[in-house]
């Protein structure tokens, strides 16, 4: 079975500061891998999604790396503010209805 | 589009009460999943249903809990009896006919058991 892990759990950082989030997983036959935002009390948002054929995706400060290979993802994040805290979670899908999520970084940058 | 909407935001029942949670897809959308949030197992994908078929429901976890999908614009997660240890956050998402594109959640329903 599929097995997502979000290393750290938690993350604090100053506003300005380029941070990296990242997102492993156990098996890669993988046909996608998305990272989402969570903020508190609401769903989930897709910020980026990156097919097994692609290597990165970028959405303005943000930008997501996938290395199917060795089962990585990295969410590098430019010039942290304080708006990006929320909890950014990575999901792999094997199938049409196969998601399987990690358990989340809870990211808060600091004014 | 409004995107995916659930309803209600919170629900409080008390242990052995049946509970109807509703969901509106995005409109196009083929595909519905119900998830649920626990702080303990994170999100659990309960049920997927593709052009309103059931395709999927092997993480139900028990014969209380059933869903249905009456038309390509609702549907419903039911519990009933429910238990305490079903409080979570129950989100509904959906995604677009092309397969294996982004996922869109609605806000999710709240649900405390007493």
């Known amino acids: 079975k599929q097995e997502v892990t979000q290393i750290p759990a938690a993350l604090s950082v100053p506003e300005g500061e380029n941070l990296v989030l990242n997102c492993s997983f156990t098996?890669?036959?993988?046909?996608?891998l998305q990272w989402f935002r969570q903020d508190p009390g609401k769903g989930l948002t897709s910020l980026l999604l990156?097919?097994?054929?692609?290597r990165e995706q970028t959405s303005g400060r943000l930008n997501a790396s996938l290395d199917k290979s060795s089962g990585r993802s990295t969410l590098y994040i430019a010039a942290s503010q304080p708006g990006d805290s929320a909890t950014y979670l990575c999901a792999v899908q094997t199938g049409a209805n196969n998601l399987f999520f990690g358990t989340g970084t809870r990211l808060t940058v600091i004014p | 589009d409004a995107g995916v909407i659930q309803s209600p935001r919170h629900e409080v029942t008390e242990m052995g009460q049946e509970v109807t949670l509703r969901c509106k897809p995005i409109s196009g959308h083929n595909s519905l999943f119900w998830y649920r949030q626990t702080m303990m197992r994170g999100l659990e994908l309960l049920i997927y249903?593709?052009?309103?078929?059931?395709?999927?429901d092997s993480g139900m976890p028990e014969d209380r809990f059933s869903a249905k999908m009456p038309n390509a614009s609702f549907s419903t997660l039911k519990i009933q009896p429910s238990e305490p240890r079903d409080s979570a956050v129950y989100f509904c998402a959906s995604s677009s006919p092309r397969g294996y594109e982004k996922l869109f959640f609605g806000s999710g329903t709240q649900l405390s058991v007493l």
């Open positions: 990156i097919q097994s054929s692609q």
């Open positions: 098996d890669s036959a993988i046909y996608n």
């Open positions: 249903f593709n052009n309103n078929v059931p395709i999927d």
